[in-house]
Every structure is written in C-alpha cells, then in structure tokens.
C-alpha cells in the first residue's frame, strides 16, 4: 500500500507491507530534489550565505547560521564578538520556538479533531518572525550573518522590540498551551506535576492516553546532538545513558536506490534527533520522567518538543541581558576567505535536531559542499536488516492512520531534505 504524505514541507511517499494485519515494513520515499548542493559548486564561498538560506523557508535561518560558521571554520584564527554570537544564537532561537508552534498546532492538532485550533499558530509565529526581521532585516531567507559577525548595529530600541515580542510568545504560550508562568517551569519533574496543569498540550496528551496511544512509536531509544550553543548540549544517549565523546567526521550518510534523500548514520546506527534527544541529552526531568513511563513514544515526543519552547523563551532573555551593545558587530578577518584552501565543518540545533554543513574551498571557488539535514536522520529508510529511525517507529501498528501520525511525530521537511 503506498501512502502519499501531504501537509508538510513538501511531499514523502510511504510504501507499507502488511502482515498478520500489522505493518511489517515501510520504506520512505523522497520524490524530487533541488540540487542545492550541485548549485553551490563553483561559486565563490561567500555566494552559499545567499543560496543556503533559501534551502528552505521554514529553517532557512538554521542553514544561514550553518553556512557562516561551515566559513568561519575554514580559517585558522577567526574573531567573532561576543555581541554577534550572542545574536545569532538568539535568532536562530526565534526559529525554533516559531517552528515548534507551527508543527505543534498545524501538524498534530488536526490529528485529534480540533482543526479549528490550527489557526493559533498564527500569533506567535509572526511574533517570532518579527523578532528576527529586528535583527536580520527581514524574515524568512535573511543573509545577515556572514563571516566575522554580524551586518546589524542593534540599538537600545530594537531591544525593546525583541523583549516584547518575546513576552507576548510567553503569555500566548501561558494562556493557550501550557497554563504555566515560565518561573514555574522548575516545578514540573514529573508526569504526576504536570496532570494539574491546563492547556491545549495537556489535552492532547490526555487524547493520546484515552486513544492507549502512549507507547506508540518507540524506535531505537537512541538520541544525539552535535550542535552545541549556551543553551543545547552536544552528546548522545542510549537510553539513559549520556555521553559527550562525539567525533563529528564519523557522521556518515548512505545513498538510497529509491529516494533522492540519502541516510545519515553514526558508526553504521540511526540514532534520533531534534527536541527529544536534545532533552535526554540535557537530563530534562520531566522528559527524562515521561521517557521512563513510555520510551521514546509519540507521547514523549510530543511533549519535548512543546515544552521546549518555554525553555528557550527563558533562555533568550538571559541572552538579551548578556549583550553588550558596544561591543562590534562586525571583525573584518585578515585573510580573504576566497584565499584559503580549507575544509570548514559545522553543526546547529535546527528545530527538528541537529543539521551539519561542510564546504570545502580550492582554488577560489567552493570544490565541495554537504548538507545533512535533521530528516535525514530521522526519517530517510534503512533496510530491513538495519531500519531507519520512523521506519522502525512504525512497524508493528495496524493501520495507515496511525502510522502517518507516527511519521509526522518526527515532523517532515522534504524541501530541506532533498537539497
């Protein structure tokens, strides 16, 4: 039976075989390819700073902090100041936060019948799109980060802006998701504390369990994070056990014979990426509770992702407080990156986990360029001896309906993926 999987970004075909009435395999094909990575061979380096943010236009901005640190990778000795890390850091931030309330409410909420809740997503994505546009001029497909910092001089005023529209994403949040005051978030370490609380995330949660949906999904229970910033971790977990020896050259990725989206393993294993990992590698005690009820079900998954988003919220006022407004935006580096012969490898948390560009620069001219996207990890198709992560996920259920919720669990980007 093949399944064509619509609502996301772009389209992914699923092809499932049934057993005894269960799912017993399902292989996942991307249909269509842009070539982006073709396109960046043979331009001049600083050219990717333009073309990788329209890789996509709902992560974009995680391909343009991607690409600017893949540059500033492939000098010896770079400065950046501290005023344009902490910038970047907050924008790509932004993106986040905006992406989890556009899946949360576009892509699980018509699952549950409550389709005329979809329209909330509205609010507080464009407030996020306007704190970003604060700083990056426009929102999506801005190009303000290049190498060496950053092309806004902040003033007072912009920061003014910036918090309000963060405050105003926390009262939606507060008022409509999750009835919580972020100053409260340390208070809920447990399942049991989070039953008090009111909100359209408790009632989807509160759905899954009247459904007996809770275990659905489970894959390998295996998790990791290469991108690190001063809020996210790098490292990986199997199960519960973390650990932060990671060496990101043993990322590796696998052509498919039937999909223009290749696979991405880490010594020969799939592992899963995006809020969940991020929040099993960072210890949260309240996912770090719901994984020890349920493993790494749509039920966990679920709620890391969404209550991520108060998390980052806290966490970017505690940025805007560190900036130092006197400090540059900008340090002019001394060589001309069109000089260098030099690899350049990085990784940031994307809103579904971790996303890894690697440009190689010969001759004036970038030679090579790779992108390793989040779907990639989680939901391109291994085989049946060695099956990728939302493949494992959904064998074993007993109709196409749950399965594609499964699948979209994971959140579906085909657009960044076959780049």
């Known amino acids: 039976m093949i399944k064509l999987i619509e609502k996301i970004e772009g389209e992914a075909k699923l092809n499932f075989s049934f057993k005894d009435n269960k799912i017993d395999d399902v292989s996942v094909d991307f249909m269509s390819t842009r070539h982006v990575e073709d396109i960046l061979k043979g331009k001049t380096p600083l050219d990717a700073l333009v073309i990788n943010p329209r890789v996509c236009g709902i992560c974009g901005h995680a391909h343009l902090i991607a690409t600017v640190r893949a540059l500033e990778a492939c000098y010896e000795d ?182 223009f989206a290749k696979s991405v393993h880490y010594h020969d294993q799939y592992y899963e990426v995006g809020p969940l990992a991020r929040a099993m590698i960072g210890k949260n005690p309240l996912i770090k509770d719901a994984h020890r009820r349920y493993g790494d079900s749509i039920f966990t998954r679920i709620l890391a992702r969404v209550y991520e988003i108060p998390q980052l919220l806290e966490h970017t006022k505690i940025l805007i407080e560190s900036l130092d407004l006197s400090e540059p935006s900008y340090i002019k580096p001394e060589v001309d990156i069109s000089q260098l012969n030099a690899v350049g490898i990085s990784a940031v948390e994307a809103a579904r986990g971790t996303l890894i560009h690697k440009v190689e620069i010969e001759d004036l001219k970038i030679k090579s360029y790779e992108i390793i996207t989040p779907t990639q990890w989680n939901l391109c198709g291994g085989h049946e001896q060695n099956l990728g992560v939302s493949q494992k996920a959904m064998i074993g259920l007993d109709n196409v309906k749950l399965a594609e919720m499964v699948f979209k669990t994971f959140d579906v980007c085909s657009v960044c993926t076959t780049h």
């Open 78 to 259: 770079i400065q950046i100041s501290n005023k344009a890390k902490i910038i970047r850091e907050l924008t790509l931030t932004f993106e986040l936060i905006q992406n989890h309330f556009k899946w949360f409410y576009l892509t699980i909420f018509p699952f549950f019948g409550v389709k005329q809740e979809i329209a909330k997503a509205l609010y507080p994505t464009q407030l996020m799109g306007k704190a970003i546009a604060v700083f990056g001029g426009q929102y999506p497909h801005t190009s303000y980060a290049i190498v060496g910092g950053v092309v806004c001089e902040v003033t007072n005023m912009d920061i003014i802006k910036v918090q309000r529209y963060i405050d105003e994403t926390t009262d939606f949040f507060e008022k409509n998701v999750l009835s919580i005051q972020n100053s409260d978030l340390k208070t809920l370490n447990t399942l049991n504390d989070l039953s008090h609380v009111k909100g359209d995330l408790r009632d989807i949660l509160k759905k899954i369990e009247q459904n007996d949906w809770q275990n659905l999904g489970k894959s390998y229970d295996r998790f990791i994070a290469f991108g690190e910033s001063s809020y996210f971790k790098k490292g990986k977990s199997i199960k519960t056990r973390v650990t932060q020896n990671l060496a990101i050259d043993d990322v590796k990725e696998t052509d498919s014979t039937t999909s």
